[in-house]
Each structure stands twice: as C-alpha cells, then as structure tokens.
C-alpha cells in the first residue's frame, strides 16, 4: 500500500523530476531564472519543454495548455495535442520551448475594462517558471501569466508577479543595512485557510438560486442553526469524511500542502487549510483547490459551495490569508528573534507593515471586495469592514514604551534605545487570536481575514505587497543617508508608532462602539460595500504608489476598477433577476396553490357541518392572500428596478444604483416570500428548505 510520501506531487514536474530528467547545465539555468529572475535561454527553454513533454506523455497527458488566471476570478486554459505529422503519415509527439514559453490564445471575450480594441483580440500567455508545471487529467498544465496584445496585463498573476519583485527589492535594501549582504531574494508567503459548504447534488438542483448564483436568495430559517456551537470542531461525518479523503489524494497528488480539515461553525461549512508556501504558488494552489474541491464532490454526489453567503441566519465563508515574509534562506523577517539586534530589524519591518496597512487601509478592503463579501463583512462572524490590526498585548506594550521613549516594563528599568543590549526579548503567541481582528499578528506572520471564500488571494497579496513594499521604501530613502544609523533608526520607529497607531486596535472589532471610535475619532475608513470602496482605487496616493512602484499602469488600474465594479453590478443584477423568476413562476403559484386548497377544505367542512367558523383556515388564508399581494407588489418593483438600471450614464453610477436600489428591493421581497414558506405545507413548497440543504449530507 502506498503512503502519502509515496505519491506527494507525483503530477508535478517540481525540483525532483527537472533534476532527474534535465541535465547539470540546463537545470542549474532554469534554477538561476527561477531563484534570481535570470533571462531563460532559448536552447534552455527547448532542452526543458523536451523533458517535460516526455514526463507527461509517461504520465498519460495527450494535450498540453497555458493555465492562466484572467480578471474571471477563476482560471483559463486552450487545450493543444502534442501530436505532430510525421512525413510517413503517422504522427509523433513534440514539445518545443518555444511553445512552452509563449502561447497565443484569443482574449475577445475575457474582461479588459478597455485595455484592448475590440478587434485587437489576440492576447499572450508567458510562462512563469517560478510555479510548477502539473498534470490534470490528461493536459500539461503550465501555469502562465496573460497580456493583451499592446503587452497590458490581463490577468491576476502579472501584477502579483511584480508586486513580489518590488518588495524583494525594497527589502533587501533594509536588510543590507543591517549588515546582511548574502540574502539574494526575500520572498512574501501565503496559507490560505479555504472555507466551503457542501450540500447534496440533489437539493442543489432543485433550487435555481444556487444554480444560477450560488447563494439562496429565499430560504426561511430552520427550527436549528448553530445556535448550540455542536457543529464546530465536531465529529465529521462519513459522507464528508470520504469526500475529504479523496480531496487530500487529489490535492496532494499534485504537490498541494493540504494540512488542516475540521467542521466549521455553521452546520455543512467546513475547512481546509494549506501549510503556507511562496505568494503567486500559494494563489495557483489555491484556484486549483477551489476547482478540485468542486470536482471532487461532484463525484461523491455532493456540491461544494463557495460562495460568501450562501445562506442567511448562520455564518458565511471566508478566506484567511496568513502572510509573511522571509529571506531566501528562510529567515522570517516577521518573527521577533532571540537576540537585540535581529529584534531591531524585526521591529523595522513590524513598523512597515503598520504603516502600509494604516496607509492604504482603503485598497486592503477594496481587494476583497465582492457582491458576496458584500454579505458578510461587517457581521458578527467575521471582520467589520473597517481595517484595523491586532498586535497583541506584549507587543503593543513594546510599541508603547518606544513611542513614549520610556522602559519597557518587561525588562530592567533602563531607557530603552534599539539595537543595544536592554532591547526586551519578547516571546510569540502570547496573546490570543483575535478572530474579531481584519489583520491579526499571530506570532511570526499576519493573518488578513476579509477575504471571502471565492476570492483569488492575487488581489489582496498584491496590494499587501506593494503597499508594504512603499513603506520600505521610504525607509530605505531615509536610513541610507542617515549619519548616525541607530538614531536615525529609533526615531524612524517612534515617528511610525505616532503617526499611524490609530490603525492599531486589540479589543472586540464586533462592538458598535468600536466602530463609532475608528470613524469618529481615529477617521478609519468603513467602505461597507463594493460601491463604497472600489472608486477609491484611483485615489491619487494609491494610484501614485502602485504605479511608481510599478505595480500596474495607469491604465491598467482604471480597467480593473471598471471590472470589479462590473463584476458587482452584473452579479446582482442576475440575483434579482432570479429572484423575479423564482417569485413569479415558483413561489406566488405555490402559496396560492395551498390556499386555494386550504379555502376549499374550509368550504368542505362547513357542508359538513354548517356551524363551524373554520377560523384556522380563514386566518390562515388571509395572511397567505396578504403575503401574496406584499410579494407581487414587490416583484413589480424589483422587476422595474432592473429595467431602469440600464439607464445609468456610467458604471460608478450603476454600481450606486444596485446599492442603493436593487439590493433593498431584494431584501424587501425575501421577507413575505420567507413569511409564506413557513406557513405553507412542506409539500406545495417548490424548493428544498434550509433544513433539508443544511442538515442533508449524512
């Protein structure tokens, strides 16, 4: 019987199998691209397409493919054979590097937010060599950046890309004067916690609004939720359990670090979490987990839901990005260390992390935003939609006593000065969590929690890396032409602490007062919808930043604004609608259909029997007459709201409009549609209830 070991990345043409198959020369070339971003020789890229084609062919692949991640939000892949016409009439299997370097697939109908023509549809995908190539099914997959043809970038993993490098960068100029010369490449790291639900093939189909959006736009609450907590942490059950097994074959076949799986806190929400690797793998793993784990329960007979909010009254799912960052030797510049002086530089690094968040506090929540995180951020299962960041009560008491120049309690009463011997040497993990915090320190890295589950972490992270990225920058601008390092050292600290500890918050982020004190009185931002947040991308300092930096163009910034608001407006759009067609033709007919039954049993009884008033059945048919007309009225009006959305002059208006009209229409008519459904009869009603999809996976 084979053992994990046995078949761990078996479909992953990884460091073994290109050192296996590839020669001394060639192989130490393509480390020197992958490690130091060096240019791939031709001959190189030939000698590497030839091995790899031949490993997969040994593996069972026919065909080959650019998988790429466009502005979809999921990922993209042309498959071609690697068949070729042999003069004898027979066919043979080739591979060049050419082919594996650059492929042309049409971009016409991915999203571009105006980046292209619309006869300019010819788009490039280019390999990226820092993320294995892996087999699915039958096609080499390699993982590929994507730009159109005037070379903008398309796609989420260009700018993630670019942001990594510009944080390299930046960070070895800090570490340089700390006296560290040997660190080629300091390299962001990702685990994403990955949240889903997992309901029954069979009650999935028989409800459109899952099918067409993936949330249940109508749905009464059941007799139980999770009000008891028992689902948590508890015994998982064998439906589930088998799909978990075949989840972690699968995942690890191809090299991914499943580690953790447990019950969530709502019932059917469960978790996977990865052990974390390098930033633009970890979002390859991550889009490849969310597929795998949608095929994997279709096999089991089951639907892994991965939407934010698929049902209202119990907690929605989301995505913890726990990040960091490292040396290419592994030095975490994120964990406090033993000695004075790494705890210096950790300090340093700590303090650029507090000014990136406070300063573009606006782009970390607009990196998350979606239609469906729209639903659970600001509730209390997860994040309010203010940033702030939890430290931890040791860590903040050090921050304190440098801002106020005084001991630090922890250690001997003596001034405290950086990088000399009285520095405390203060330990990890020791505070809580702090799971009501938006960007918790948890010890050696941060944990980002707003993104929801659906999310591709390329957007958070590149905004993370950049914006941390900028803090470094304008350290290293400083402390190289400092005189006195140390001093000039202290007090960039002390000015940090100062200046941006109002982000810094270690209570309850859940308490209305909280928020009332982050807007008020610190003048945090509380962007609680897509709407609210995403124009703010163009924000001149966030605009300045990311393109000085190099992160993105001008234009490309403006596309992706256009696109996420776009994405928000048609993803709404097409919730209405369905909740249109579902009151209409679903709901109205059902209801009306039980109380013309109960009218009818009414009307029976009293030929029966003349005396009885039948006040149940009366009482019961004017209130389903009254939820009745309340839900036709109101489907009316949502139906006109969507007709007059057309109207607006531009998508910033658009998006305003959804807000402010379309989504209180649709809460509107949820109300008397949910009213009816438990005063209706289990079998007039025309969709499964929250207890059969919640409680339906045994």
């Given at each position: 019987?084979?053992?994990v070991?046995?078949?761990?990345?078996?479909?992953?043409f990884?460091d073994?199998?290109?050192?296996?198959?590839?020669?001394?020369?060639?192989?130490?070339?393509?480390?020197?691209?992958?490690?130091?971003?060096?240019?791939?020789?031709?001959?190189v890229?030939?000698a590497?397409?030839s091995?790899?084609?031949?490993w997969a062919?040994?593996h069972?692949?026919?065909h080959f493919t650019?998988?790429?991640?466009p502005l979809?939000?999921?990922?993209?892949?042309?498959?071609?054979s690697f068949?070729?016409?042999?003069?004898d009439?027979?066919?043979?299997m080739?591979?060049?590097?050419?082919?594996?370097?650059?492929g042309?697939?049409d971009a016409?109908?991915?999203?571009?937010g105006g980046?292209?023509?619309?006869?300019e549809a010819r788009?490039?995908?280019a390999?990226?060599?820092?993320?294995?190539?892996?087999?699915k099914?039958?096609?080499?997959?390699?993982p590929?950046?994507f730009?159109a043809y005037?070379g903008?970038?398309?796609?989420k993993?260009?700018?993630?890309l670019?942001?990594?490098?510009?944080?390299?960068k930046q960070?070895?100029?800090?570490?340089?004067?700390?006296?560290n010369d040997?660190a080629?490449?300091?390299?962001?790291?990702v685990?994403?916690?990955?949240?889903y639900?997992?309901i029954t093939?069979?009650?999935?189909?028989?409800?459109?609004?899952l099918?067409f959006?993936g949330?249940?736009?109508?749905?009464?609450?059941p007799?139980?939720?999770q009000?008891?907590?028992?689902h948590y942490?508890?015994?998982?059950k064998?439906?589930?359990a088998?799909?978990?097994e075949?989840?972690?074959?699968e995942?690890?076949?191809?090299?991914i670090?499943?580690?953790t799986?447990?019950n969530?806190?709502?019932?059917a929400?469960?978790e996977l979490?990865?052990?974390?690797?390098?930033?633009?793998?970890a979002?390859?793993?991550n889009q490849?987990t969310?597929?795998?784990?949608q095929?994997?329960?279709?096999?089991h007979?089951?639907v892994?839901l991965l939407?934010?909010?698929p049902?209202a009254g119990?907690?929605?799912?989301?995505?913890?990005?726990?990040w960091?960052?490292?040396t290419d030797s592994?030095q975490?510049l994120?964990?406090p260390g033993?000695?004075?002086?790494?705890n210096a530089?950790?300090l340093?690094?700590?303090c650029?992390?507090?000014?990136?968040?406070?300063?573009?506090q606006?782009?970390?929540r607009l990196?998350?935003?979606t239609?469906g995180?729209?639903?659970?951020?600001?509730?209390?299962?997860?994040p309010?939609?203010?940033?702030?960041?939890?430290?931890?009560?040791?860590l903040?008491?050090?921050?304190?006593a440098?801002?106020?120049d005084?001991?630090?309690a922890?250690?001997?009463k003596?001034?405290?000065?950086l990088?000399v011997?009285v520095?405390?040497?203060?330990?990890r993990d020791?505070t809580?969590?702090?799971r009501?915090?938006?960007?918790?320190f948890t010890?050696?890295?941060?944990?980002?929690?707003?993104?929801?589950?659906?999310?591709?972490?390329?957007?958070?992270n590149?905004?993370?890396?950049?914006a941390v990225?900028e803090?470094?920058?304008?350290y290293?601008?400083?402390?190289?032409?400092?005189?006195d390092?140390e001093?000039?050292?202290?007090?960039m600290?002390r000015?940090?602490?100062?200046d941006?500890?109002r982000?810094?918050?270690n209570?309850?982020?859940?308490?209305?007062?909280w928020?009332?004190?982050?807007t008020?009185?610190?003048?945090l931002?509380?962007y609680?919808?897509?709407?609210?947040?995403?124009?703010h991308?163009?924000?001149?300092?966030?605009?300045?930043?990311?393109?000085?930096?190099g992160?993105?163009?001008?234009?490309e910034?403006r596309s992706?604004?256009?696109?996420?608001?776009?994405?928000?407006?048609?993803?709404v759009?097409?919730e209405?609608?369905t909740m249109v067609?579902?009151?209409?033709?679903?709901?109205?007919?059902?209801?009306e259909s039980?109380?013309?039954?109960?009218?009818?049993?009414?009307s029976?009884?009293?030929?029966?029997?003349s005396?009885?008033?039948?006040s149940?059945?009366k009482g019961?048919v004017?209130?389903?007459?009254g939820?009745?007309?309340?839900i036709?009225?109101k489907t009316e009006e949502?139906?006109?709201?969507i007709?007059?959305?057309?109207?607006?002059?531009?998508?910033?208006?658009e998006?305003e409009m959804?807000?402010d009209?379309?989504?209180?229409i649709?809460?509107?008519?949820r109300?008397?549609c949910d009213?009816?459904?438990?005063l209706?009869?289990k079998?007039?009603w025309p969709?499964p209830?929250?207890e059969d999809?919640?409680f339906g996976v045994k």
């Open positions: 019987m084979s053992t070991s046995d078949y761990f990345g078996s479909l992953v990884d073994r199998v290109m050192r296996a198959n590839l020669s001394a020369e060639v192989y130490g070339s393509l480390r020197k691209t992958i490690d130091e971003g060096k240019e791939l020789d031709i001959s890229a030939n590497v397409a091995a790899m084609k031949d062919v040994a069972g692949a026919t650019h998988w790429f991640q979809t939000g999921i990922t993209a892949e042309k498959h071609d068949i070729t016409r042999s003069p009439g027979s066919v043979i080739e591979f060049s590097g050419k082919e594996l370097i650059k042309e697939p016409s109908s991915f999203p571009s980046l292209r023509a619309t006869f788009g490039y995908t390999w990226d060599p820092t993320s294995y190539a892996f087999i099914g039958k096609t080499l997959c390699i590929t950046a730009c005037g903008q970038a398309l796609d993993k260009t700018p993630l670019r942001s990594m490098e510009v944080l390299s960070a070895l100029r800090i570490l340089r004067l700390f006296g040997t080629k490449r300091v390299v962001s790291s685990g994403p916690e990955q949240e639900f997992l093939k069979e009650m999935y189909d028989k409800r459109p609004d099918r959006t949330r249940t736009l109508f749905g009464a609450k007799p139980k939720g009000e008891l907590d028992d942490f508890g015994v998982i064998p439906g589930v088998a799909f978990m075949d989840l972690n074959d995942l690890w076949k191809l090299g670090l499943a580690k799986e447990h969530e806190v709502a019932p929400q469960h979490a990865p052990i974390y690797t390098t930033t633009n793998v979002t390859d793993h490849l969310m597929e795998i784990m095929k994997v329960a279709a096999k007979g089951l892994c939407h934010e909010k049902f119990v907690n929605g799912s989301g995505k913890h990005n726990n960091s960052i490292a592994g975490n994120l964990s033993e000695t004075p002086y790494e530089q950790f340093l690094f700590l650029a992390v507090i000014k990136a968040v406070d300063d573009y606006d782009l970390l990196s998350v935003a239609a995180n729209d639903h659970r951020l600001g509730a209390n299962e997860a309010p939609a203010v940033v702030s960041m939890f430290l931890g009560d040791e903040n008491a050090v921050l304190e440098i801002e106020k005084k001991p630090y922890g250690t001997q003596t001034q405290m000065k990088g011997d520095l405390p040497k203060f330990n020791t809580d969590r702090n009501t915090s938006p960007f918790a010890g050696n890295k941060f944990e980002f929690r707003m993104l929801g589950s659906s999310n591709s972490i390329a957007c958070a590149i905004m993370l890396n950049s990225a803090s470094l920058r304008i290293a601008d400083r402390l190289e032409k400092a005189k390092f001093d000039a050292l202290h007090k600290i000015k940090t602490i100062k941006h500890k982000i810094i918050f209570g309850n982020g859940y308490d209305d007062a928020i009332k004190e982050a008020e009185k610190r003048g931002c509380n609680r919808t897509t709407a609210d947040c995403m124009p991308l163009l924000d001149k300092k966030n605009a300045d930043m990311l393109i000085s930096l992160v993105f163009t001008d234009e910034l992706r604004r256009d696109i996420m608001l776009e994405n928000y407006c048609k993803s759009v097409i209405a609608n067609d579902m009151a209409r033709t679903q709901i109205a007919p059902a209801i039980y109380a013309a039954d109960v009218a009818k049993a009414a029976a009884k009293k030929a029966v029997a005396g009885l008033k039948c149940y059945e019961l004017e209130k389903l007459s939820l009745i007309d309340e036709a009225e949502l139906d006109a709201a007709i007059k959305i057309h109207d607006a002059e531009d998508i910033i208006e998006s959804v807000r009209t379309l989504l209180p649709m809460s509107e008519l109300v008397p009213k009816a459904e438990l209706t009869a079998s007039y969709f209830t929250y999809l919640l």
